[in-house]
């Protein structure tokens, strides 16, 4: 098997559309169990997650939220978790919302809505079934795709009513005063096209430096930013996302040591194993030695 550049598995379908400012947008995607992998973070941003097809998990730190075809949950800003897809179907197909608090607040505001008015912002909780969004989001991706002109005056508006629509019927009970008070964020585009391009990058082919130009960031401010959203510093985090791959592949793909070393990109299978037991406690060899455990 030759040493592959990039992951064997590289993501199939993600597109986004923000407002020129970050502040409004979406990102549909459609992904397969292991074509998009990622640990637990935040952002300055609320995520409206609408799930179009299978169902996506949110693992929270005290709880996991799995949203079905058709629901809608909010990750809220501040909330560490992370996400995954294609757990119990063939793939994961959805529309999150991407929207900063000051658009949610001015909306909020406009519309008058009798939610809390903490300093903070608001906490939006469990999940939601409108009919009403779900074919407006159908509508949303039709002008995305066609992107005849006035597209992008249009998809903003859509973005909106959407937004219109959730906070109309969210129930009041479900609203609290949100309390997190973040460290300065990577804005969810930029974690979103880190995290896109460690999992399409083998571990031959990734440079931290490539990596900070197609983000669009110096990495003199990625690096702490990265750290503020995840914990961990972008390396660390790269290295345990591949040990993450490896064992998957070592475990549900039934892949030898060498094949596991070779299809993430390492240049030698040494390399791998001393990677693998730095980030595990183990080797490759112990790691299928031990009683099955969930690589989750």
Same mark, same amino acid.
């Given at each position: 098997?030759?040493?592959?550049?990039?992951?064997?598995n590289?993501?199939?379908?993600?597109?986004?559309w923000?407002?020129p400012?970050?502040?409004?947008?979406?990102?549909?995607?459609?992904?397969?169990?292991?074509?998009?992998?990622?640990f637990?973070?935040?952002?300055?941003?609320?995520?409206?997650?609408?799930?179009l097809?299978?169902?996506?998990?949110?693992?929270y730190?005290?709880?996991?939220?799995?949203?079905?075809?058709?629901?809608?949950?909010?990750?809220?800003?501040?909330?560490?978790?992370?996400?995954?897809?294609?757990v119990?179907g063939?793939?994961?197909?959805g529309?999150?919302?991407?929207?900063?608090?000051?658009?949610?607040?001015?909306?909020?505001?406009l519309?008058?809505?009798p939610y809390?008015?903490?300093?903070?912002?608001?906490?939006?909780?469990?999940?939601?079934?409108?009919?009403?969004?779900?074919?407006l989001?159908?509508?949303?991706?039709?002008?995305?795709?066609?992107?005849?002109?006035?597209?992008?005056?249009?998809?903003?508006?859509?973005v909106?009513?959407?937004?219109?629509?959730?906070?109309r019927?969210?129930?009041?009970?479900?609203?609290?005063?949100l309390?997190?008070?973040?460290?300065?964020?990577?804005?969810?585009?930029?974690?979103?096209?880190?995290?896109e391009?460690?999992?399409?990058?083998?571990?031959g082919?990734?440079?931290?430096?490539?990596?900070?130009?197609?983000v669009?960031?110096?990495? !003199?401010? =990625?690096i702490? @930013? *990265?750290?503020?959203s995840? +914990?961990?510093? #972008?390396?660390?985090?790269?290295?345990?996302?591949?040990?993450?791959?490896?064992r998957?592949?070592?475990?549900?793909e039934h892949?030898?040591?060498?094949?596991?070393a070779?299809?993430?990109?390492?240049?030698?299978? !040494?390399h =791998?194993?001393? @990677? *693998?037991?730095?980030?595990? +406690?183990?080797? #490759?060899k112990?790691?299928?030695?031990q009683?099955?455990l969930?690589i989750?």
């Open positions: 098997m030759p040493i592959l550049r990039r992951l064997e590289a993501v199939p379908s993600s597109s986004v923000l407002t400012d970050l502040t409004l947008g979406f990102h549909h995607f459609a992904y397969r169990n292991g074509e998009y992998d990622g637990s973070h935040t952002h300055a941003e609320y995520g409206i997650v609408m799930c097809a299978g169902s996506v998990e949110i693992l730190q005290d709880r996991l939220e799995v949203v079905r075809t058709g629901e809608v949950t909010i990750v809220n800003p501040g909330d560490m978790h992370r996400c995954r897809f294609g119990d063939p793939n994961s197909c529309l999150t919302l991407i929207v900063r608090p000051a658009v949610m607040q001015s909306v909020v505001d519309m008058a809505l809390p008015s903490p300093d903070g912002g608001l906490r939006f909780l469990g999940k939601f079934n409108n009919p009403e969004v779900f074919e989001a159908g509508r949303l991706l039709n002008e995305f795709r066609e992107q005849r002109r006035g597209f992008g005056t249009m998809v903003e508006t859509m909106r009513q959407i937004l219109v629509y959730l906070l019927d969210w129930p009041i009970d479900a609203v609290v005063p309390s997190s008070h973040l460290l300065p964020q990577l804005p969810w585009l930029h974690m979103h096209r880190a995290t391009y460690m999992n399409c990058h083998g571990k082919a990734f440079r931290l430096s490539d990596l900070c130009d197609h669009g960031v110096s990495s !003199s401010r =990625f702490p @930013l *990265f750290k503020n995840s +914990g961990i510093s #972008p390396h660390v985090y790269y290295n345990s996302l591949i040990v993450f791959k490896a998957r592949l070592l475990l549900s892949r030898s040591t060498k094949e596991t070779y299809a993430l990109g390492f240049k030698n299978v !040494s =791998f194993c001393s @990677l *693998f037991l730095q980030v595990t +406690g183990t080797t #490759p112990g790691f299928l030695e009683p099955p969930s989750d």
